[in-house]
């Protein structure tokens, strides 16, 4: 898996930028088992793109995280 992410225009510090991508790789990780138990042999490709100006909290990513999952599990699970 491929996590480039981050704009260095948006977020100057790498520190900031690699935060995010461990955010992002995180709640991806813990919330994937919500697709996994629907989907028998079906190949998706997901792209996560966090598109603020500031720092994400965790709980923010997660909700929204879970939120994108439950989504693609209505319609295509």
């Not at 260095?8 to 930028?17: A, D, L, Q, T, Y």
């Not at 995010?20 to 996560?48: G, H, P, S, V």
């Amino acid at each position: 898996m491929n996590w480039n992410c981050s704009k260095k225009k948006i977020f100057k510090k790498s520190v900031h930028r690699n935060r995010i991508k461990r955010l992002l790789r995180a709640c991806f990780l813990l919330n994937k088992l919500l697709l996994e138990k629907k989907m028998k042999k079906k190949i998706f490709f997901f792209i996560l793109i966090y598109n603020g100006g500031y720092l994400p909290k965790y709980q923010n990513i997660n909700q929204s995280v879970k939120k994108i999952f439950n989504k693609i599990k209505r319609y295509y699970c």
